[in-house]
């Protein structure tokens, strides 16, 4: 069968199955682990602690400037376990495909999810992928999951912030965002929007190794830096002090934000992160990470405090002081 | 926000989402690991082999006889694990949910999912919500990936089937490919046709203490028996002969397949297994099951051969010889 769209044979589990995962996907995939084409991949592991995530991915559209969903459902769950301290090893890939979806550009997907493993040195070791008819999805969706293993004396946990703590990020916030968006809508301005979908472990183990008092870790995606600072302000009882002109905004993205009337605080990243760590260890972390790429422009944005536990605020640029709730509503869905 | 369906709000990442979170899902699925919602599940292993994997599931209807797709979605990854002789332990979810899905639709099928959870013994650890618009999904999918830990000694792979196995199945095959066909066709039968979804790993577990001769484990979900049994050729360079008199088919099953232009061979199940063992060990591993509630059935139905390796025939019941080729084509898409 020679085809340039993806048909329903595709996900039967028969012959037109085992040709497009021989064909296409171990193509891009083989490893000892996935060759196998067991029901599960197998894997050794020594005595310890692991961390397990998952994660969906529908962002429309699926190719954006800077990324696509392929490279997004890698780093994705890659952020997930190195927000835990983990070192992320085996991921499983799930497709769900619509049928006549362009096999060129499932090619393209994949490719550049091979780019992503490769770059976060994770290995994909099970998979599955299923068709569904014209209409029951849109092009395609992936999910995946990971598997990482937590280093001895690593204990990174939303619940750990404390007062005194500084906030650090990693880098301009809302740039995944307001590129997706202004990709879907049609809208184009001067300046090339990317979105900074990235693997941040290789950062978050730079980090590790420079202190053992980080507190928390995690990557503003869904809702933005406002909603996960909500997050842990609610996980560890504390309240917060983000400082507006203390947060790296690039300057397109700023104007895009103003046009469209979106708050860049709420706004979805793919490769940053917020760290909480106590004041003496705040130069010695943000030097580990300005020798990251994904780390160069990190930053210290805030404090945690011991007034108003479970509530964020934000010194304003003018002078004022006011509160950040979470996400209210929806700005923007299949954002990732 | 009182409202009776999922929008677009649930899968923000913000308030909504926290709400549909706290209020339903952990709800059904609490446990300690959950219940910290960091971006991952953190767990504590001990030294040796773990298995994992990944299904999403894309079932259409939704609910049918017997189960529905949160079930499917438990016990499909449970088995996919207990194939290779593991204890499945630990479950992520991942729905991609249409904006408008009935929330008390939604509340079922968590709530069979925690039945499901509870009678494998495993725990839902982590897990993501997305909700994409209206027509962009068709209600609900659900990606379940799992991780359990392999006994020593224990060794049961696609590649390990050896001339002079016996070929085992668990039960009567055809029946979950069968009522999901039916239903959605709008046939209806005398009989009440169900789906034989199942959770194996304690089936499988009775088997592994019986016998340290196990070969081959599969379940014969899309593409049926056929095409497993292919799988089992190919992987294990052998020759499979089946005796079609000896492969159990409930008359009702049989009835709607020949009505249907259906062969049973190729049809999915969802709570079955195929095992290769030793002529010697199969009474004992006959009698383990026996004692199964999804193995009461079991019985042996073919053999692995010297002859043409990669290759599967069957002995018909008029006394004749065919080859049974993998699934070509698609019989039954978004049967599982």
């Keep these: 069968m020679k085809t340039d769209k993806i048909l329903l044979d595709h996900g039967s589990g028969g012959r037109a199955s085992h040709k497009l995962v021989s064909e296409l996907i171990l193509k891009y995939f083989n490893n000892p682990i996935l060759e196998k084409l067991d029901d599960s991949a197998v894997f050794e592991v020594e005595q310890g602690r692991l961390a397990f995530s998952t994660d969906s991915y529908t962002v429309d559209p699926i190719f954006f400037p800077g990324g696509d969903i392929g490279e997004l459902a890698i780093n994705g769950t890659v952020n997930d376990l190195a927000m835990l301290g983990a070192e992320p090893r085996y991921l499983s890939v799930g497709f769900i495909l619509e049928e006549g979806f362009l096999i060129s550009d499932f090619d393209r997907i994949l490719q550049s999810m091979r780019k992503a493993a490769e770059e976060a040195s994770v290995k994909i070791v099970t998979g599955d992928t299923k068709v569904v008819p014209r209409g029951a999805a849109d092009k ?12 001895r004396n690593v204990n990174i946990a939303g619940k750990n912030a404390k007062p005194g703590d500084k906030i650090i990020v990693s880098g301009t916030i809302a740039d995944h965002g307001v590129t997706v968006l202004t990709q879907r809508e049609g809208l184009s301005f001067q300046s090339a929007l990317t979105s900074d979908t990235a693997p941040l472990n290789h950062l978050v183990a730079a980090m590790i190794s420079t202190s053992d008092q980080i507190h928390v870790l995690r990557d503003p995606t869904r809702g933005g830096v406002a909603t996960t600072m909500n997050e842990i302000a609610i996980q560890s009882d504390v309240g917060v002090m983000l400082y507006e002109d203390a947060i790296p905004i690039r300057d397109d993205v700023r104007g895009a934000c103003e046009l469209l009337g979106l708050d860049p605080l709420y706004i979805a990243n793919e490769g940053k992160l917020l ?6 260890h705040v130069d010695r972390v943000l030097a580990s990470m300005h020798h990251n790429r994904y780390g160069k422009d990190a930053c210290m944005i805030g404090e945690i405090t011991n007034d108003y536990p479970g509530k964020v605020f934000l010194k304003t640029t003018i002078g004022g002081t006011r509160i950040v709730d979470m996400l209210v509503g929806e700005q923007l869905p299949r954002i990732c």
């Design 140 to 151: 395609i969706f992936v999910n995946t999951s990971g598997v990482g293993f937590i280093p």
């Design 275 to 280: 760290a909480c760590v106590p004041a003496d």
